[in-house]
């Protein structure tokens, strides 16, 4: 079956219009349907008239990139658009432009290669290419064929181009030494009859695209059900008025993007008498250190500074480019969710994301809670492989077999690995050795990765992490927030109605409340301040959906955050990590020693190395002291637990 978007070539309408440069289906690996395994009896060609054309000109593009380092790939197969006898054109690293032409004919004539010179000779490239190639799925047989390619070899070879002919049996010829390939493009059965035993052997380790995609089938599956159970937004998983089993929305479904707040660097010259904009080094060494000229190489009535401003960027845009990449944001602003969005986006058939489509519609998304690895390293007294971290997140949750495939779909090293939490672990030696492991990785074998941290945890790595890219999750807009809320009230309303509500009223009365919500956030700007945050912005859709009018000031909403962050918060950050601790069995006794701690920064008694900070080591014995005053007969070492535990 042909899948969507891939007609044929053919059309009656006929338009010139540019080449498309790089296109990123060109590169993609193939993507059609396998040729029917060979019978048992030993094949001599591969089936090429079986490929899609699409796989057919993919093919062209890896045997040209063997044969010399490609710098750019044209595409004029795009349907409805003049080929002028081109279907990939080429540009190799000396310059040079190499033509194909590629035709998945069952049979050839002489009069079908006179007619694919003369249309190449007829148009532009004829005078720039230095090279054509006629590719075909089917033998050069008859004996006229074969001296038309000769006629065509000597036509060509008087304008300075070189012509090469390529049928099933020379196409054959040449991709048997790519086992991988034949492994990509035809599948495994065909590699042994074609590459022999040894090849086979060979391969046995590797994921073909073929394995790959099942895993991603496999695994979309997977983070469908994982991500409901761990991330369902509101709580409506249950029965609606009907008695209908109601599931959880797919996050898919009800993700707002959110923008991203990334550093832009600018040098500017400053005349000397504005002295209010100066910055504070002002020292020839100073300036120069910043990458700026020493104060006596600028003009006389100038000084230079490099001004560092923020600006707000869509994560789209943010996406099309980064590889290592540390998101920062405070809790509740919707860390885990961006990555567990971008995981399912690109295993989606059709990808929200341009930049997912773009960059990554090949890769394979792994996922890791980073507490889970740092745990498991601390347990084992020894790092654990990143492997071994993530086929154990499997492995626990009883798919055994995935977790043996997703390894060896890392070693494939085309995946995005998604890090949730480089803040979460209670041993900073251990997170730190982790981390450098993860750069050294990624740097050695060029994978992609984001991870997320909370800002006091990047602060910590800036040392082991320096050439990391680091963006934080702005807070949510005006049309953010009204989007979000314009979504959740239509879910409610959908859920409330049941099978007896008409779409049209439901949306009416969804976009109704939504704009009383917001409405009602705007009656006090603390509270409209503190719903620029995803978590806190849904826990007060949830009490404006109760009836509860919203607090009045930011000390009357304190409750509702508070609960969120210490009990709803840590417990959903366990659960990501599969973490099965002792939680701190004593609320009161929590919150006492959370009380004590604030009091102490702000009296100045605890100083760290910023305002409002205070290291770990003092914050551990201010609280055990306190804990042991109320339990006196407590023992020491379940007493320092207790406060390790709380923080």
């Given at each position: 079956?042909?899948?969507?978007?891939?007609?044929?070539?053919?059309?009656?309408?006929?338009?010139?219009?540019?080449?498309?440069?790089?296109?990123?289906?060109?590169?993609?690996?193939?993507?059609?349907?396998?040729?029917?395994?060979?019978?048992?009896?030993?094949?001599?060609?591969?089936?090429?008239?079986?490929?899609?054309?699409?796989?057919?000109?993919?093919?062209?593009?890896?045997?040209?990139?063997?044969?010399?380092?490609?710098?750019?790939?044209?595409?004029?197969?795009?349907?409805?658009?003049?080929?002028?006898?081109?279907?990939?054109?080429?540009?190799?690293?000396?310059?040079?432009?190499?033509?194909?032409?590629?035709?998945?004919?069952?049979?050839?004539?002489?009069?079908?290669?006179?007619?694919?010179?003369?249309?190449?000779?007829?148009?532009?490239?004829?005078?720039?290419?230095?090279?054509?190639?006629?590719?075909?799925?089917?033998?050069?047989?008859?004996?006229?064929?074969?001296?038309?390619?000769?006629?065509?070899?000597?036509?060509?070879?008087?304008?300075?181009?070189?012509?090469?002919?390529?049928?099933?049996?020379?196409?054959?010829?040449?991709?048997?030494?790519?086992?991988?390939?034949?492994?990509?493009?035809?599948?495994?059965?065909?590699?042994?009859?074609?590459?022999?035993?040894?090849?086979?052997?060979?391969?046995?380790?590797?994921?073909?695209?073929?394995?790959?995609?099942?895993?991603?089938?496999?695994?979309?599956?997977?983070?469908?059900?994982?991500?409901?159970?761990?991330?369902?937004?509101?709580?409506?998983?249950?029965?609606?008025?009907?008695?209908?089993?109601?599931?959880?929305?797919?996050?898919?479904?009800?993700?707002?993007?959110?923008?991203?707040?990334?550093?832009?660097?600018?040098?500017?010259?400053?005349?000397?008498?504005?002295?209010?904009?100066?910055?504070?080094?002002?020292?020839?060494?100073?300036?120069?250190?910043?990458?700026?000229?020493?104060?006596?190489?600028?003009?006389?009535?100038?000084?230079?500074?490099?001004?560092?401003?923020?600006?707000?960027?869509?994560?789209?845009?943010?996406?099309?480019?980064?590889?290592?990449?540390?998101?920062?944001?405070?809790?509740?602003?919707?860390?885990?969710?961006?990555?567990?969005?971008?995981?399912?986006?690109?295993?989606?058939?059709?990808?929200?994301?341009?930049?997912?489509?773009?960059?990554?519609?090949?890769?394979?998304?792994?996922?890791?809670?980073?507490?889970?690895?740092?745990?498991?390293?601390?347990?084992?007294?020894?790092?654990?492989?990143?492997?071994?971290?993530?086929?154990?997140?499997?492995?626990?949750?009883?798919?055994?077999?995935?977790?043996?495939?997703?390894?060896?779909?890392?070693?494939?090293?085309?995946?995005?690995?998604?890090?949730?939490?480089?803040?979460?672990?209670?041993?900073?030696?251990?997170?730190?050795?982790?981390?450098?492991?993860?750069?050294?990785?990624?740097?050695?074998n060029g994978i992609s990765i984001i991870a997320t941290s909370r800002p006091h945890g990047a602060r910590n790595l800036r040392e082991f992490a320096g050439s990391w890219e680091r963006c934080n999750l702005a807070a949510f807009s005006d049309a953010q927030r009204r989007a979000l809320a314009h979504l959740w009230f239509g879910v409610l309303e959908r859920f409330e109605a049941g099978s007896s509500g008409a779409e049209a009223h439901i949306k009416a009365r969804a976009e109704k409340k939504a704009d009383a919500f917001i409405t009602a956030l705007q009656v006090n700007s603390g509270i409209g301040s503190l719903s620029q945050?995803?978590?806190?912005?849904?826990?007060?859709?949830?009490?404006?959906?109760?009836?509860?009018?919203?607090?009045?000031?930011?000390?009357?909403?304190?409750?509702?955050?508070?609960?969120?962050?210490?009990?709803?918060?840590?417990?959903?950050?366990?659960?990501?990590?599969?973490?099965?601790?002792?939680?701190?069995?004593?609320?009161?006794?929590?919150?006492?020693?959370?009380?004590?701690?604030?009091?102490?920064?702000?009296?100045?008694?605890?100083?760290?190395?910023?305002?409002?900070?205070?290291?770990?080591?003092?914050?551990?014995?201010?609280?055990?002291?306190?804990?042991?005053?109320?339990?006196?007969?407590?023992?020491?070492?379940?007493?320092?637990?207790?406060?390790?535990?709380?923080?």
């Amino acid at each position: 079956m042909r899948k969507a978007g891939s007609r044929s070539k053919s059309s009656s309408t006929i338009r010139k219009s540019e080449p498309v440069e790089n296109p990123a289906w060109l590169y993609e690996s193939p993507d059609g349907n396998a040729p029917i395994p060979p019978v048992h009896t030993r094949p001599s060609l591969l089936p090429f008239a079986q490929l899609d054309w699409r796989d057919f000109e993919r093919l062209c593009l890896r045997l040209s990139e063997r044969e010399a380092k490609v710098e750019a790939a044209w595409s004029y197969g795009n349907t409805g658009y003049a080929q002028y006898g081109i279907d990939v054109l080429v540009r190799v690293e000396n310059g040079a432009f190499h033509v194909w032409q590629s035709k998945r004919y069952k049979k050839i004539s002489k009069t079908a290669i006179d007619d694919a010179v003369k249309l190449f000779l007829k148009h532009k490239w004829a005078k720039q290419a230095s090279r054509f190639v006629l590719a075909v799925a089917c033998e050069f047989e008859s004996p006229t064929v074969i001296d038309a390619i000769e006629a065509a070899r000597t036509t060509l070879k008087a304008q300075d181009i070189e012509f090469e002919a390529l049928d099933a049996s020379k196409l054959t010829e040449r991709i048997k030494l790519q086992p991988e390939l034949v492994d990509d493009f035809f599948d495994r059965p065909w590699v042994e009859p074609i590459c022999g035993l040894e090849a086979l052997e060979h391969l046995k380790n590797r994921f073909s695209r073929f394995n790959i995609a099942s895993v991603r089938t496999r695994l979309r599956s997977f983070y469908n059900s994982w991500i409901s159970t761990v991330d369902p937004g509101l709580p409506i998983v249950g029965h609606d008025p009907q008695g209908r089993v109601q599931a959880s929305i797919p996050i898919t479904e009800r993700y707002i993007q959110p923008d991203l707040i990334v550093p832009s660097t600018e040098s500017q010259i400053l005349p000397p008498e504005d002295w209010s904009v100066r910055e504070r080094k002002s020292s020839k060494d100073t300036v120069a250190e910043e990458g700026g000229k020493a104060l006596d190489q600028c003009d006389d009535a100038s000084s230079l500074r490099t001004a560092v401003r923020e600006r707000r960027m869509p994560l789209n845009d943010y996406l099309r480019s980064k590889t290592q990449v540390i998101v920062i944001g405070e809790a509740g602003s919707g860390k885990s969710s961006l990555l567990r969005f971008l995981a399912l986006d690109i295993l989606a058939e059709d990808p929200v994301l341009e930049s997912v489509r773009e960059r990554f519609a090949n890769a394979t998304p792994v996922g890791l809670p980073f507490a889970l690895w740092v745990r498991l390293s601390i347990d084992r007294g020894t790092p654990v492989s990143m492997e071994d971290a993530v086929a154990e997140f499997f492995r626990s949750q009883g798919e055994t077999d995935l977790s043996e495939d997703i390894g060896r779909v890392i070693n494939s090293q085309n995946i995005l690995l998604l890090v949730d939490g480089l803040d979460e672990s209670p041993d900073a030696t251990a997170t730190r050795t982790l981390i450098a492991v993860l750069t050294a990785m990624s740097g050695r074998n060029g994978i992609s990765i984001i991870a997320t941290s909370r800002p006091h945890g990047a602060r910590n790595l800036r040392e082991f992490a320096g050439s990391w890219e680091r963006c934080n999750l702005a807070a949510f807009s005006d049309a953010q927030r009204r989007a979000l809320a314009h979504l959740w009230f239509g879910v409610l309303e959908r859920f409330e109605a049941g099978s007896s509500g008409a779409e049209a009223h439901i949306k009416a009365r969804a976009e109704k409340k939504a704009d009383a919500f917001i409405t009602a956030l705007q009656v006090n700007s603390g509270i409209g301040s503190l719903s620029q945050t995803p978590l806190f912005l849904l826990a007060f859709l949830s009490l404006h959906r109760h009836g509860h009018t919203l607090p009045r000031n930011r000390f009357a909403a304190s409750r509702e955050i508070v609960d969120q962050l210490m009990e709803h918060q840590p417990g959903r950050r366990d659960i990501n990590a599969l973490s099965t601790r002792v939680s701190v069995g004593d609320s009161r006794l929590r919150n006492r020693v959370i009380a004590d701690f604030a009091f102490a920064l702000q009296a100045g008694e605890l100083r760290g190395a910023m305002p409002d900070a205070a290291t770990e080591e003092e914050a551990l014995v201010r609280a055990t002291a306190l804990i042991r005053e109320r339990q006196p007969n407590a023992d020491v070492d379940g007493i320092e637990a207790n406060a390790r535990d709380i923080f």
